[in-house]
């Protein structure tokens, strides 16, 4: 939830900054069932947030236009961490960029996403999540700006609403609005929270390379066979019902990357010989990930990759 800080001085005017945290999700289940008409994917997919979130610092500004700053914090400011720190767009292909004039349109401060008279907002993004991992970090960013940025322009606007303005934006934006584990249908902006997931860990890992999630979804093969497996797993999840769970959890876009990918293929077989179990894909990738019981199994299954040498090795909480 964003939450405000004390009042700051710009341009002599007095406007209070907003802050809010980003996290990132793990795709426990993505089945890609058909191809729509309107060239998405139909999807199914039982997304959880974890510990691991990029922060925003928004703040209403006197000057217009929107203005948006990027650094890198956490392990990606490290040197172990610097090679999935990439450079981050901070113009409108920045899906943060686009969200905060989208608002401005949807609240009638401004004519056009374009428009020279968008009001003034600065942004701050201090990335946590690597880029091109299938973690969600752009789509969680937009949302934590459409929040905050509603709060610093003193806008009445319901979540339900600034979600439907996220979906037009990205489909994985709506999730974010859910604060809790959730299943996201249609092409991700039919969302269905689910309460009660039990507190377990991760680890997640990501390659140098990144991948595209057009090209990923554009060798998968949709299998509308698979429909309801998500509502299965969560209800597994939310029983204890680890070993089941692990049954369930699937991504249809694991195969198109690991052949698209060789880290993809390399990092899941370090996973298993790390100790992990049920290693998977996240999102299109190609941060992989597996679940553990404990935050001790989380940290010796790190380790391991960490000494392997892949660069990107997180250990995570889930919502629960």
């Known amino acids: 939830m964003a939450n405000r800080s004390l009042l700051t001085s710009v341009d ?132 934590a700006v459409l929040k905050a940025a509603t709060q610093a322009w003193g806008l009445d606007i319901p979540k339900e609403r600034l979600a439907e303005i996220g979906g037009r934006i990205g489909s994985d934006v709506p999730v974010f609005f859910a604060g809790v584990a959730a299943i996201a249908c249609g092409r991700g902006e039919r969302i269905e929270p689910v309460t009660g997931m039990p507190p377990l860990h991760a680890v997640i890992a990501r390659p140098v390379a990144g991948l595209s999630t057009a090209a990923v979804y554009g060798h998968c093969t949709p299998d509308a066979s698979r429909r309801g497996t998500a509502h299965k797993l969560a209800a597994a999840l939310v029983a204890g019902r680890f070993r089941e769970s692990l049954s369930l959890m699937h991504n249809s876009l694991e195969e198109p990357a690991r052949s698209m990918c060789a880290d993809v293929a390399r990092l899941l077989e370090d996973f298993s010989r790390s100790g992990a179990v049920h290693p998977m894909l996240t999102g299109s990738g190609s941060a992989c990930f597996a679940l553990m019981r404990s935050a001790m199994e989380s940290r010796r299954v790190a380790a391991r990759l960490e000494m392997a040498g892949w660069p990107g090795v997180f250990t995570v909480r889930l919502a629960s």
């Open 12 to 143: 002599g005017l007095r406007f209070e900054p907003v802050f809010a945290r980003a996290p990132a999700k793990l795709n426990l289940s993505l089945e890609v069932l058909a191809r729509r008409a309107d060239g998405f994917h139909e999807i199914e997919s039982l997304m959880v947030p974890v510990t691991l979130a990029d922060t925003v610092r928004v703040q209403k500004s006197s000057m217009p236009g929107i203005r948006l700053h990027v650094r890198f914090g956490g392990r990606l400011a490290t040197a172990a961490g610097s090679p999935l720190a990439h450079d981050v767009p901070t113009d409108a292909s920045n899906l943060v960029v686009r969200a905060a004039q989208a608002l401005a349109v949807e609240a009638g401060l401004a004519a056009s996403p374009v428009s020279l008279c968008t009001p003034g907002l600065d942004i701050d993004l201090v990335k946590r999540i690597p880029s091109g991992s299938g973690l969600g970090g752009g789509s969680s960013d937009a949302a």
